[in-house]
C-alpha cells in the first residue's frame, strides 16, 4: 500500500484511511477523438474532520456567507509516499450528513485543460487587455496597414481587403462608377472607402493576451513557429461597419465645461446637481453649439441616458427636464449615427437651465466651455474583437491543430501537435509488472463518417461553394462502408473563400491581381458569422493595369498598387506553399492550384491512417506498478510487453495500491 496526501489550496486534507483513489490517465482516447483530456480521477469522499471542514468552509451550513465556492475548482496537488504525483483542482460535488451532522466530502481531481477551462469560465476575447494595439482610426493609420503595420503597434495590426458591406468589383471601363466598382477612376463617389476598412490582430497577440490575464504560459513550438505568426484574426464584431452606421459603434464623450453661474447647479464642474432649495422648479435646458460638424447631444440625468438628439454646425438642442430635488445632469457629446468617423470639433459649448414661470422664459444658470471639444475616432481593438469565448477560441486552435495541451509545471502548459507530443515520448519495458497472459484484444472504435469543418459560413462566396459542392469550402469529409458512429471536428472559426476579382469590362484582361474578402451575403446584406481567421503572407504590389482606388478621410481619390496578400495558404508563390488553413486540398483563388498541405495532411492524417489499419487492435492488460513507474509515466510514453510496443489510450490507477488497467494501441 502506499501513503497519499493531498493538499487542497496548500492545505494538507484528512483522507479516509481504508479508501481507494483511482485516477485515469489520459490525452486522446479513440472512443473520442475530438476530446483533450487530462488525468481526472473518479469520485472520492474525504471525511469531514474539524481539518477539513476547515478547507471547505463548512460548506454543508447554508447559513454561512461568503463560504466556499463549490461552482469553482480549487488548487490541488497528490503526493504519493511523499513523492510528488500530480498537480490539479479538486472538485467538490456534495457532502453527505448523518444524524444531521457532516459526514464526508466526495470530490474530484482534475489536471490540465479541465482546468483550463475553469481557469477561463464564460470571458470572452473581448474582456483581454489589448490596450497596446489600440489606435487612432485615421486614414494615416488605414493607408499604413493596408500594405504594412500600424505604427505603434509591434507588427500586429494591419488592414486586410476584406469588405463589411458593400460587395466589391472592377471594372476598369473609364466611365464606370458601379457601387462597390474599386477601379482607379480619379474620383471619390465609388471605390474603397476608408471607413470600409476593420483592422485584423496578429494571432500571437491574442494568445500572449490570454497568458498575461491569467498569469500562465503556453509553451509551444507551434505558436512560436513563423508559419503561426503569419496567422491574423478580422476584427470584425458587428456586421457592416466598424463605426458608421453602428448605433453602438461609439462612446458619449462629457463635455467639460470650465465656468457656470446663476443658482442651483454645482459651478466649475461637468456634472450639475439640482437643488431644489435653490429653484422652484426648472423646464428645460438649451445647449448652443458652435461647430461645422454633425454631432449628437445627449443629456444624462442620474448617470442615466434621458435623450439623445443630433444636429449640425451651429445649433441650440433643448432638453425638456422636470427634475427632482438632488438629480444629477451631465452633457455628452458624440457622433451620429451615420458618423463616417471624421473628428468632430465643438468650438464653443453653453448651456442655460431656464424657468418658465408664467410665460417668459428665465435664465436661471448658465455653464460654458474654454476650450474646443474635440471627438476623434480610436479603434479600442478589445471592443472591436469577435464575439468569442476564450475558452472556445482555444479550443477551436486544439481541434484545427490536433493539440495536445498538459499542464508541465504551475501555471505553464505545453501545447503540441499530437504527433510532436508523441515524439517526446520515451519507452518504459513494463513486461515483468503485466499479467502478459490475460489480455483482451478488441477493435478500435471505427467511424462510418469522419468529418472536419470550419462554422458553415454564408458569406456569397462560401454559401455559393458549399451549395454547389454540398460541402464548405476547405472541409473533409470521408465515408465509409461499416457501421459506426460519426465523428466530427467543428471549428469554431469562418474560413472565408476569398475572391480574385476579374475585370468585368475585360478588354482582354480577365483576372486581376486584386485579392480581396467579402463579408456579404448573397443577398446583399452585411455578413457576420464566426471569427475570420487568415494568413497574412507578403505585401504585393498589383500592376499598373490594375490600380485600385482608395478615397482617405479628407474625401480624395488615391490611385493605390500596394496590399497585403491574405488568404487561406501561408505564402505568396505556389512553390513556397507548405501550409494551409483548409482541411483538405481546395484550389487557392489567387494562386489558382489545390494545396494538399492542410490541416488534416500536417496534424491529423498519421493518427487517422493509424487508426484504420487492419494491424491496428486495443490491448486491455492488467498491471501491478511500481511507485517509480508510476510517478514518472507519462501519457506519451511507449510501453514495451513481450517485444511489442504501444502507445497509451487511457490508464485507470489505483492510487493506493499501484494497480491498474491498461488500454493500449499497438504501434502500426
Known sequence: MYNLDLYIDGQRADLFGDESVEMTLTTQNVNDLGAVYGDYSRSFTLP??????????????????????????????????????????????????????????????????????????????????????????????????????????????????????????????????????????????????????????????????????????????LFASSDFGKLFMWCHRRAGYMFKDQPNGSTNEVINFTSSTGSGFNTNTDEFTFSQSSMVDMDYIDVAVTSTNDYAISLYVNGELNTKKEDSGNATVRFITNPNDGDVFQIKFSPIAAWDATTINLTAVTASFVIVPISTPINIATASTSATQTYSANVIVADQMPEQKIVDFIGSLIRSYNLVVVRSANKKYKVEPLDDWYAEGITHDITEYVEAGQVSINRPELYRRLSFKYNENKSVLGETYRLQNDIGYGDLRADFTFDGPEFSIEVGFDNMLFERLSDQYSLGVGLTELNVGQAVTREGEPYIGKPIVFYKNDAIRVSSTYHWNYVDMNTASNEKMDMWLIGNVNANAAEDVTKTLNFGTEIDPYLLQGFSAGLYETYWKNYITDLYSQSRRLFRYSAQMPLGLMLTLKNNDKLTILERNYIINSINLDLNTGAATLELLNEV
Do not use: C
Not at 88 to 117: D, R
Not at 165 to 172: A, E, G, I, P
Not at 190 to 206: N, R
Open 48 to 221: 469531514a474532520s474539524p481539518i477539513n471542514n476547515a478547507i471547505f468552509k463548512h460548506y454543508y451550513n447554508v447559513d454561512i456567507y461568503g463560504g466556499f465556492t463549490a461552482a469553482l475548482r480549487t488548487d490541488a496537488i497528490i503526493d504519493i509516499n511523499k513523492n510528488f504525483f500530480r498537480q490539479g483542482s479538486i472538485e467538490l460535488t456534495s457532502v453527505e450528513m448523518k444524524n444531521n451532522e457532516p459526514y464526508s466530502y466526495m470530490v474530484s481531481f482534475y489536471t490540465s485543460t479541465t482546468s483550463l477551462k475553469d481557469l477561463f469560465g464564460e470571458d470572452t476575447l473581448n474582456d483581454l487587455d489589448l490596450s497596446a494595439l489600440d489606435h487612432a482610426y485615421n486614414d494615416t493609420n488605414i493607408e499604413a496597414g493596408i500594405a504594412g503595420y500600424v505604427s505603434g503597434t509591434d507588427s500586429s495590426v494591419i488592414y486586410p481587403m476584406i469588405t463589411p458591406v458593400t460587395r466589391w468589383l472592377y471594372n476598369s471601363q473609364g466611365g464606370n462608377h458601379d457601387p462597390g466598382n474599386i477601379h482607379w477612376h480619379n474620383d471619390t463617389d465609388h471605390g474603397v472607402f476608408w471607413y470600409d476598412f476593420k483592422p485584423a490582430v496578429k494571432l500571437t497577440k491574442i494568445i500572449d493576451a490570454i497568458e498575461s490575464k491569467y498569469g500562465i504560459e503556453f509553451e509551444s513550438n
